[in-house]
């Protein structure tokens, strides 16, 4: 079993709609939790982090966490175009600095 | 600025030949990680360290090699050993420590893409 697991895609959604993106985790120990952007080509950039169970909000972007489903998802309300890329999950267990990627969810966000 | 600098963007490697990637921070951060992507694939960790003189191996050390003689610098030496080296490496530094939320927030460099020939 992959310590992170993503759909790997691609999730196509029409300019407008709501994107949602989805990750599980293996190992119960995992204390945060990261949601990254990567275009073509570039390095990735961090998007959202969530460590406690619920919602959290950031303009158009909600990270979702339930601990007990181990699950984590990340919502983009409005889809742009520019919102097309690459979404990686990240995983960190508590009390270690190794940070697990999942292999990510391509998405398309179609005019 | 502050961020992270790798060097060199592009490479070109002979087999049997070692490289090494070069990468700089001025974050004054104190971890630091070498991740390798390939097409088509997230993530896979090689190295991390979490303090200076110390480093620990991820998830496909094999091949590969790190020091981490300051607290700025953490570069990575792609072997002859390293059997399929060609692929996009990136290296990332965060806060570090175990306490406060945004301690383990990677800042990632440009990246590095070795081709082996």
């Known amino acids: 079993q992959k310590e992170v697991e993503q759909n790997s895609g691609p999730l196509s959604v029409p300019e407008g709609a709501i994107a949602s993106l989805n990750c599980t985790y293996s190992d119960r120990g995992s204390q945060s939790f990261f949601w990254y952007r990567q275009y073509s080509g570039k390095s990735p950039e961090l998007i959202m982090s969530i460590y406690s169970n619920g919602d959290k909000e950031d303009g158009r972007f909600t990270a979702q966490l339930n601990k007990a489903s181990q699950y984590v998802s990340l919502l983009i309300r409005d889809s742009q175009p520019s919102d097309s890329a690459t979404y990686l999950c990240a995983v960190k267990k508590g009390g270690y600095q190794k940070v697990t990627f999942g292999i990510g969810t391509k998405l398309q966000v179609i005019p | 600025d502050g961020g992270i600098t790798q060097s060199p963007k592009y490479l070109f490697r002979k087999e049997g030949q070692n490289v090494t990637l070069s990468c700089e921070q001025n974050?004054?951060?104190?971890?630091m990680y070498w991740y390798r992507q390939d097409p088509g694939q997230g993530l896979r960790l090689i190295y991390y360290?979490?303090?200076?003189?110390?480093?620990q191996k991820g998830d496909i050390a094999e091949g590969y090699s790190v020091s981490r003689e300051k607290k700025e610098s953490f570069p990575l030496t792609v072997t002859s050993a390293q059997k399929n080296p060609t692929a996009f490496y990136l290296c990332a530094s965060s806060i570090g420590g175990t306490g406060g939320s945004g301690a383990n927030v990677l800042t990632f460099g440009a990246g590095s893409r070795l081709t082996v020939l």
């Open positions: 360290s979490q303090i200076v003189n110390d480093f």
């Open positions: 974050l004054n951060h104190d971890a």
